[in-house]
């Protein structure tokens, strides 16, 4: 613990002491809910909202509309997200939507049917071509998209963890060809304060065998230090991440055993140059593109590198996601997902979401939601 | 508060009502640290109270109601600030700047490390409050704020490096 957080957690609790039991009012007595003129045309709005997606599905059906043809080098034909929303009735519910890639035009779109998503939830949605794996906590989903992006379907499935309980998921990744695939996790025993575990699960969505990689560590500060999850070629895996070195780990054998088993690499987190995701390994291992937070505060970029897997060395700075002005407010973007080996970037600064190629940011619809994912 | 959720009866009310009997006061000055004022809030509380209490039969698990009221708090505390954003764009002669009045508490002494929050993004500030305030684990950050926890580590990161480099800057 620093000085500088001992001097935060002092001021901060000598701030919020100025309130006390006394001093905080009575609750207010609210008019009812009821009579407001916004809750008795919430239902007529809520159903008009429904009629103009289905209205909008139908046409676009009807049209037969295909993606607009990717002009850009390597810009895949469509995206996913995965939102987390909530009705008037404040019941939240997760959706998946298919977007163009050129305009951001909605192709398709489902929700988790029954999914109640829990407060303690969060989001993560890897893949690409026609096979996306959604996670929700430790809920998994199949997401399929049709070749033409016009449909999906979306099955849950599950898979054997171990530990079996009080799992925190850190990445999840798909393989390149699809079948396989990587879950780093950590989790804590049943006596917290000694057994903690981080955890790699490598799971065929094939025949869904599963085989597990984990290693004790020592503190509960150590937690999570396994982090984002990224394949190198279809039998090797790289993980770490956020404060820690990248490691990879050959996971084509029959069996499972202890992360120590993997190669660190010498790409490392570093003071004003920390990894923030790790989307991309060539398959023979030797390049890793990821995004690096450069700086930090409000003026805090995130750029997209190349680096050498073999020296830790950066090869090459690709691209800095840009710096927006949103409601007098400087923002800074976060990386959603790299495609084409980082030449397009999927971004979400505060509620805008767009596309970075080459340095050019193009805003696309829709908002980037305190809860979402997006993979290519 | 405990009238109206005893009104609506259930074993949901009973457990609306220790949580608030236990965490509103903590909640209040949680608000507090992220929108500035006192009134503000108890209101961003209380609304967060009334959420729970009518989205309690969605929560997936009871226990999971104290995350479900801070993430509200947090939620509401967003509003305000982008309610805030819209009115000065709009309308800035009406509009008090809350952090600069003279009971504004986050304000009240800019050399301390809790004025200097106000510096940084959003996410960083909720992040480092629920971390120093409440002294939530990371996954209890990452469980409130939606987000994973890798994410949350790195945000800690990046917004205590800001917070030092604000006061290297202040000392030059």
């Known amino acids: ?376 | 508060m405990a009238d109206e959720v005893s009104r609506r009866g259930g074993g949901a009310a009973a457990a609306v009502t220790d949580l608030f009997r236990d965490h509103h006061l903590e909640l209040v000055r949680l608000a507090l640290l992220m929108v500035g004022d006192v009134a503000t809030a108890e209101d961003v509380v209380q609304d967060a109270f009334e959420s729970l209490q009518r989205g309690w039969h969605g929560l997936r698990r009871p226990s999971s109601g104290l995350a479900y009221v801070r993430s509200s708090v947090l939620n509401g505390c967003r509003s305000v600030h982008r309610r805030a954003a819209v009115a000065r764009r709009h309308a800035p002669e009406l509009v008090e700047p809350r952090e600069l009045s003279a009971d504004t508490s986050l304000a009240a002494d800019d050399r301390s490390e809790v004025a200097a929050l106000r510096l940084l993004p959003r996410r960083q500030r909720e992040v480092l409050v629920l971390r120093y305030y409440l002294d939530l684990d990371v996954a209890e950050i990452a469980a409130t704020l939606r987000i994973a926890p890798s994410a949350v580590r790195s945000t800690a990161t990046r917004g205590l490096a800001a917070l030092a480099q604000h006061y290297r800057r202040a000392d030059q």
């Open chain 1, 1 to 376: 613990v620093t000085d500088l957080e001992n001097c935060l957690r002092r001021d901060l609790n000598k701030i919020a002491e100025r309130v006390t039991e006394d001093s905080i009012r009575p609750l207010r007595v609210r008019r009812a809910r009821r009579t407001r003129p916004a809750r008795l045309l919430a239902p007529i709005a809520a159903m008009a909202a429904v009629v103009a997606v289905i209205a909008g599905v139908s046409l676009a059906a009807h049209t037969g509309q295909a993606p607009a043809p990717a002009t850009q080098a390597g810009l895949p034909l469509y995206y996913v997200t995965v939102t987390e929303s909530t009705d008037l009735q404040e019941r939240t519910s997760l959706v998946a939507t298919v977007h163009d890639s050129v305009n951001g035009a909605v192709l398709a779109r489902s929700s988790f049917p029954g999914m109640p998503v829990a407060p303690e939830g969060w989001l993560q949605i890897t893949g690409g071509g026609n096979m996306f794996i959604v996670s929700v906590g430790l809920d998994l989903f199949r997401l399929r998209v049709a070749p033409d992006g016009r449909s999906m379907q979306l099955s849950p499935f599950s898979i054997p963890w171990h530990p079996a309980g009080n799992l925190q998921l850190a990445g999840v990744a798909l393989s390149p060809d699809g079948t396989t695939l990587a879950i780093t996790a950590s989790g804590a025993c049943n006596s917290p304060q000694t057994c903690f575990y981080d955890v790699l699960h490598i799971v065929s969505l094939t025949t869904g065998a599963a085989r597990t990689w984990s290693t004790q560590v020592v503190s509960a500060d150590d937690i999570y230090a396994i982090g984002q999850v990224g394949w190198a070629g279809n039998d090797h895996v790289v993980f770490g991440g956020v404060g820690s070195t990248l490691s990879l780990l050959n996971v084509s054998g029959r069996r499972g055993g202890s992360l120590h088993a993997a190669r660190v690499l010498p790409v490392s987190s570093s003071p004003g140059n920390a990894i923030s995701s790790l989307p991309l390994v060539t398959p023979d291992a030797s390049t890793i593109f990821l995004t690096t937070t450069n700086g930090s505060g409000p003026e805090s970029v995130e750029s997209i590198k190349e680096m050498s897997a073999r020296t830790g060395k950066t090869i090459r700075v690709l691209d800095s996601t840009p710096w927006i002005q949103i409601e007098a407010v400087p923002t800074s973007c976060v990386v959603y997902a790299l495609a084409a080996k980082g030449v397009h970037v999927l971004l979400g600064c505060e509620n805008v979401f767009g596309r970075l190629d080459n340095g050019k940011f193009t805003r696309l619809p829709g908002k980037a939601a305190y809860n979402q994912s997006a993979a290519w």
